[in-house]
Protein backbone atom coordinates (compact mmCIF):
# COMPACT_ATOMS: atom_id res chain seq x y z
CA UNK A 1 0.00 0.00 0.00
CA UNK A 2 1.28 3.29 -0.88
CA UNK A 3 1.76 6.00 1.85
CA UNK A 4 0.16 8.57 -0.45
CA UNK A 5 -3.19 6.54 -0.28
CA UNK A 6 -2.85 5.85 3.30
CA UNK A 7 -2.65 9.79 4.15
CA UNK A 8 -5.48 10.54 1.65
CA UNK A 9 -7.53 7.85 3.78
CA UNK A 10 -6.97 9.44 7.10
CA UNK A 11 -7.48 12.96 5.70
CA UNK A 12 -10.30 11.75 4.74
CA UNK A 13 -11.76 10.15 8.12
CA UNK A 14 -10.60 12.95 9.82
CA UNK A 15 -13.14 15.11 6.96
CA UNK A 16 -15.99 12.81 8.02
CA UNK A 17 -15.12 13.26 12.15
CA UNK A 18 -14.93 16.43 11.98
CA UNK A 19 -17.61 17.38 9.55
CA UNK A 20 -20.74 20.11 11.74
CA UNK A 21 -23.49 17.85 12.13
CA UNK A 22 -25.74 20.92 11.30
CA UNK A 23 -23.92 21.16 7.73
CA UNK A 24 -25.48 21.28 4.32
CA UNK A 25 -24.92 17.50 3.84
CA UNK A 26 -27.50 15.08 5.82
CA UNK A 27 -26.27 11.65 5.27
CA UNK A 28 -29.27 9.01 5.80
CA UNK A 29 -28.58 5.55 7.28
CA UNK A 30 -27.94 3.80 4.17
CA UNK A 31 -24.82 6.12 3.40
CA UNK A 32 -23.52 5.78 7.23
CA UNK A 33 -23.30 2.14 6.53
CA UNK A 34 -21.61 2.22 4.19
CA UNK A 35 -19.05 4.66 5.48
CA UNK A 36 -18.44 2.55 8.64
CA UNK A 37 -18.55 -0.31 6.19
CA UNK A 38 -15.24 1.09 3.99
CA UNK A 39 -13.67 2.13 7.14
CA UNK A 40 -13.37 -1.27 8.91
CA UNK A 41 -12.68 -2.82 5.69
CA UNK A 42 -9.95 -0.78 4.91
CA UNK A 43 -8.29 -0.74 8.80
CA UNK A 44 -9.42 -4.63 9.86
CA UNK A 45 -9.91 -6.54 6.69
CA UNK A 46 -12.65 -8.81 6.40
CA UNK A 47 -15.49 -9.10 9.00
CA UNK A 48 -14.98 -11.26 11.78
CA UNK A 49 -16.38 -12.42 14.91
CA UNK A 50 -20.20 -13.65 15.08
CA UNK A 51 -23.38 -11.82 14.02
CA UNK A 52 -24.76 -9.90 16.86
CA UNK A 53 -28.14 -11.11 17.85
CA UNK A 54 -31.59 -10.09 16.75
CA UNK A 55 -32.04 -8.21 19.93
CA UNK A 56 -29.01 -5.74 18.56
CA UNK A 57 -30.16 -4.18 15.45
CA UNK A 58 -27.56 -1.38 14.79
CA UNK A 59 -24.75 -4.20 15.38
CA UNK A 60 -26.75 -6.39 12.58
CA UNK A 61 -27.18 -3.49 10.15
CA UNK A 62 -22.99 -2.72 11.11
CA UNK A 63 -22.07 -6.45 10.79
CA UNK A 64 -23.99 -7.09 7.65
CA UNK A 65 -22.97 -3.71 5.42
CA UNK A 66 -19.54 -5.17 6.68
CA UNK A 67 -20.08 -8.29 5.76
CA UNK A 68 -20.93 -7.56 2.13
CA UNK A 69 -17.43 -6.26 1.42
CA UNK A 70 -16.01 -9.56 2.29
CA UNK A 71 -12.67 -10.24 -0.22
CA UNK A 72 -12.50 -6.16 -1.14
CA UNK A 73 -8.73 -5.39 -0.13
CA UNK A 74 -8.01 -2.76 1.92
CA UNK A 75 -6.62 -0.57 -0.70
CA UNK A 76 -9.90 -0.72 -2.82
CA UNK A 77 -11.87 0.14 0.35
CA UNK A 78 -9.54 3.20 1.22
CA UNK A 79 -10.43 4.45 -2.73
CA UNK A 80 -13.73 4.30 -2.31
CA UNK A 81 -13.88 5.89 0.98
CA UNK A 82 -11.48 8.87 -0.57
CA UNK A 83 -14.44 8.84 -3.63
CA UNK A 84 -17.07 8.91 -1.30
CA UNK A 85 -15.42 12.03 0.75
CA UNK A 86 -14.67 13.59 -2.45
CA UNK A 87 -17.68 13.37 -4.00
CA UNK A 88 -19.60 15.03 -1.36
CA UNK A 89 -17.34 17.82 -1.12
CA UNK A 90 -17.53 18.40 -4.68
CA UNK A 91 -21.96 18.22 -4.08
CA UNK A 92 -21.92 20.27 -0.98
CA UNK A 93 -18.41 22.12 -0.74
Do not use: C
Request: net charge positive; charged share 35%.
Amino acid sequence: MSKNLQQQFEIAVEKVRNAPADGPFKPDNEFKLRMYALYRQATDGDVQGKRPGMLDVVGRFKYDAWARLKGMSREEAMRQYIAEVEAIEKKYG
